[in-house]
């Protein structure tokens, strides 16, 4: 008689291949509602919903795993409103695998309208003024209700500069609030994510890594980067943020994007990312390529015939030129931002698949090399043609 397989238990993290000549690896997380094979990037699903498109959009494109917002979420619907609908899976039509992020960066950007205590954050809505605190005990309590697979510990996130002092008090609270958020019931199969903070300050960093590892956490986060920080110090803050972490966890930069920084990162030995630039970007009518990004809403695109991307298997380059799209977003039709979002997203998907499979094949540090090189060409076209 067949049997099914049974699947490893959640927080199982299975390395498949770590290449010989940097820190990148092939990994595979095992959580309650599936694997998400990495390196991985996450589309942002702020207000349960990642903006324009529909769950079957984001399974054609083969996303594995998006990200949901605690801050917005404990605002509205409100947890007791998903909880009643069945959890944030099932409120939002979606049966793969979802993290959801503490709140701290969203309070952090409310720098006028909130006040950090040893215990947590009294902030204001952004909505309506309302006041509300946050500490570890709440953050997780409402993760707890979204029933997300995996939860990340509420930390305090710095901001560009910041001077040592300040820094070394946030890393102490982060500790603190981490230890508190480690003891705190989870959903059924939910995972736990800690969060290195300490700036720019490398021997903080460390120490917050190590810190938290002593805790013993399902995965680790490098927490407070993409703050305004040019990119050097932003690499250096990853480098000093992973290097503590233990191999056999996957490990995640919060917050990053960039195709280029993704690349570096994970040389550095990074599994996971999360970002708003792909679906923030086709708002804006930018659209992403293997070659670099460019505006879909420029006068040159008016009588261009071609996809968006020539080569792109995507529902946007399949169906419609450049052409359509640019007049869609020049009209203000929501379809124009559907369909450029869906390529993006694609093409983050592409992108991430690739590296995947040279890391796998041994090929990565060529891959990467030639990445690169298409990197410099595009600035040195674009250089040519201002």
Known sequence: MNTKPVNPPPGTFE?????????????RLWTAHGAIETPVFMPVGTQATVKTLEPRDL???????????????????????????????RFMGWDRPILTDSGGF???????LRKVRPDGVEFQSHIDGSRFFLGPVEAMAIQRG????????????????????????????????????QKQDRAPGQLVFGIVQGGEYAALRERCARELVAMGFDGYAVGGVSVGEPE?????????????????????VMGLGDFGQMVTSV????????????????????????????????????????????GCDCYACRHFS??????????GEILGVRLLTIHNIRRYMVFMQEMRTAIVAGTFGEWRREFMARRVEKRSASSNEG
């Not at 390395?15 to 990994?27: E, K, M, P, Y």
């Not at 054609?60 to 909880?83: A, S």
């Not at 450049?322 to 009209?331: Q, S």
């Open 15 to 27: 390395l498949l291949h770590v290449d010989a000549d940097s820190g990148a690896r092939a990994g």
């Open 59 to 89: 399974v054609e494109n083969e996303v594995p795993v998006i990200l949901g917002n605690t801050y917005h979420l404990m605002l509205r619907p409100g947890v007791p409103v998903v909880e009643a609908c069945g959890g944030l899976h």
């Open 106 to 112: 969203q309070v952090f950007s409310l720098a006028n």
């Open 146 to 181: 979204l029933g997300s697979d995996i939860a990340m510990c509420l930390d305090e996130c710095l901001p560009y500069p910041c001077d040592p002092q300040t820094a070394c008090q946030a890393v102490d609270k982060t500790l603190s609030w981490a230890a508190l958020c």
């Open 232 to 252: 050097p110090v932003l690499l250096r803050e990853v480098a000093d943020g992973v290097r503590q972490l233990p191999r056999e966890r996957p490990r995640y």
């Open 267 to 310: 040389a550095c030995g990074v599994d996971m990312f999360d970002c708003v630039m792909p679906t923030r970007h086709a708002r804006n009518g930018t659209a992403f390529t293997r070659y670099g990004a460019y505006p879909v809403k420029a006068g040159e695109y008016k009588l261009d015939t071609r996809p968006v991307e020539e």
């Open 322 to 331: 450049r052409a359509y799209l640019r007049h869609l977003l020049n009209v």
